[in-house]
């Protein structure tokens, strides 16, 4: 039997762009109407006074103006029935600047909205799927359109927890058997990629869904390695690594290799970036080809903010804040971690990847005292 699924995360948008003056004249109009008339008990007569005034502003009328009013309901500015709006929608409007807009719009997305609320048909018994989305996001890593259908067709009350892992993710989708949803709900699946896209710390790579930070970390400015990477082998890449680091630092917990902190999160970064390795399979996975780092440092290398010298002497970007050149001169890559392999990748960093965004300006080394420790 084909199952149709039409209890899923409703998400249609009238305004895909949430930064333009329609968005915001129409999101004003709700509210000074709110501000005249005060807050009543719900009366279809009071709704159709509503949508009449809306009208005159938002130019849109019947279903057109409807999915606007819902728009607004759904991302958590206006309540439901009638009943006023958040004060964040006035700040909202009020914002300055779009990156202004943009926090407060992530922080009423994830605080208050609802894709299965409608002006008169508030949803009760599901909510939070925007936080659901995020911490299936932390969970898996990436969110690619298979990922969405799967969350936008799940019940997130029959997953305590609170996110979906990769196993779930992939049966859920395996359960809508009518695969005719995607095309069906094709501008349902648009809309909330384009919401997650206004969203702080979301960045849309090929249509894949990640946290801004491990975007840039895994691509830079390039385009997406659609190759994906052997989880086993980058498992003991990894294991190579903290066994290394473990070796030098005489603990059984791994440390940075740059700080000596064991920090709970160490990333396995690579020295010649493994987008740039398809060519050379030996050094996708040559622990040579590798430094534990963390996070911070890891972003500040993967990304070309800094680099080392053949002495292992950190070589930092002449954009670096001052602070934070400061910060880095502190540390060096201890004898124990250079060999003549890691620092023929090094070579590559410092040629391929050191400060390739920053050619236009002028070329300006730093160069630290031997007393880093």
Known sequence: MVQIYEDYWAYTAAWTDVYAPKFNAALKACVEYFDIHGIRPY???????????????????????????????????LKTEMQGYIPEAKEFINASTNKKKSHILSKVVYNYS??????????????????????TLEEVGRLDKRALVSLMTVDINDYPKGYLTKEELAEQYNKVTDMSFVERKY??????????????????????????????????SER??????????QRIY???????????????????????????????????????????ALAQFDVNNGLLLSRNLDSLFDLGYMT????????????????MINYLSQYRLHKDFI??????????????????????LSARKYVFQENAV
Do not use: W
């Open 114 to 135: 609802n894709l299965q609320n409608a002006m008169t048909k508030p949803d009760y018994d599901t909510a939070a799927q925007i936080k659901f989305l995020i911490n």
């Open 308 to 323: 080392f010298d053949d002495n292992g002497i950190i070589v930092p970007s002449r954009v670096l804040d001052s602070d």
């Open 339 to 360: 060999n003549a392999k890691r620092m023929e990748y090094m070579e590559y960093h410092r040629n391929h990847i050191f400060e390739k965004r920053y050619k236009s």
């Open 224 to 233: 997406i390695n659609k190759e994906l990477r052997d989880p086993y082998l």
């Open 187 to 220: 501008n349902q699946i648009s809309h909330l990629m384009s919401l997650l896209r206004d969203l702080d710390d979301l960045r849309i790579h090929d249509g894949g869904v990640y946290f801004k930070s491990d975007a840039d970390r895994l691509f830079g």
């Open 43 to 77: 009366s279809s007569k009071d709704y159709a006074d509503f949508q009449e005034q809306l009208s005159r502003v938002a130019h849109l009328s019947g279903t057109s103006l409807r999915k606007g009013i819902n728009q607004f309901v759904k991302i958590g500015f």
């Open 238 to 280: 990894k294991s190579e690594l903290e066994d290394e680091s473990c070796a030098h630092f005489g603990c059984e917990a791994p440390r940075c290799m740059l700080e000596g902190l064991g920090h709970p999160v160490l990333i396995a970064s690579h020295i010649k970036p493994y987008s740039h390795c398809q060519s050379d």
